[in-house]
T-cell receptor, first 110, second 117 residues
Framework: TQLLEQSPQFLSIQEGENLTVYCNSSSVFSSLQWYRQEPGEGPVLLVTVVTGGEVKKLKRLTFQFGDARKDSSLHITAAQPGDTGLYLCAGEAYTGKLIFGQGTTLQVKP | DAGVIQSPRHEVTEMGQEVTLRCKPISGHDYLFWYRQTMMRGLELLIYFNNNVPIDDSGMPEDRFSAKMPNASFSTLKIQPSEPRDSAVYFC???????????????FGAGTRLSVL
């Protein structure tokens, strides 16, 4: 069974601080997706990384896929209250199914 | 397009009752997914359909759960009889392909929050 472990599970920081969320597995995935979910809503895709070692940037968010395609990280620079939410990583198995991590709940205090 | 539409948004029922959750996918999407989200287990795939045909139901927890897709614009997830441990948020998502094939995006509905008392 493919599993994805996210860490930390909860993060509470002040506006302006930097943070990194990790997503780790012992399995290889063909791609890795990051989603953000707000209360009362469904997850919304932020980015997909496909190639080992790939780095993608989305404004203040930087996503990296590990060289072996088993892990990924999300780094947020100068976090803002609007970044508050649940961040989910999802590994794409070779069947096409998505395996989701448990999620990281981020709270950014003004 | 209005996106993926789920109903009801909230459902409170008593143990033993039948519960039916509904989903309208985005028009033109060939894939429809049902997920369940809990604090303990996170977001789990229950079943997915391709062109209205169930492809993989290995995530369905037990025979009390069933899902149908009678046409391209409607799907249901039914729990009969419901139990307190079924309490969770149930999401429906649709896409125009599996990510591995076409790098397509799964669009999620707002979810149905189910409470079984």
């Amino acid at each position: 069974t493919q599993l994805l472990e996210q860490s930390p599970q909860f993060l509470s920081i002040q506006e302006g601080e930097n943070l990194t969320v990790y997503c780790n597995s012992s399995s290889v995935f063909s791609s890795l997706q990051w989603y953000r979910q707000e209360p009362g809503e469904g997850p919304v895709l932020l980015v997909t990384v496909v190639t080992g070692g790939e780095v993608k940037k989305l404004k203040r968010l930087t996503f990296q896929f590990g060289d072996a395609r088993k892990d990924s990280s999300l780094h947020i620079t100068a976090a803002q209250p609007g970044d508050t939410g649940l961040y989910l990583c999802a590994g794409e198995a070779y069947t096409g199914k998505l395996i989701f991590g448990q999620g990281t709940t981020l709270q950014v205090k003004p | 397009d209005a996106g993926v539409i789920q109903s009801p948004r909230h459902e409170v029922t008593e143990m033993g009752q039948e519960v039916t959750l509904r989903c309208k996918p985005i028009s033109g999407h060939d894939y429809l997914f049902w997920y369940r989200q809990t604090m303990m287990r996170g977001l789990e795939l229950l079943i997915y359909f391709n062109n209205n045909v169930p492809i993989d139901d290995s995530g369905m927890p037990e025979d009390r759960f069933s899902a149908k897709m009678p046409n391209a614009s409607f799907s249901t997830l039914k729990i009969q009889p419901s139990e307190p441990r079924d309490s969770a948020v149930y999401f429906c998502a649709s896409s125009s392909g599996l990510a591995g094939v076409a790098k397509n995006i799964q669009y999620f509905g707002a979810g149905t929050r189910l409470s079984v008392l």
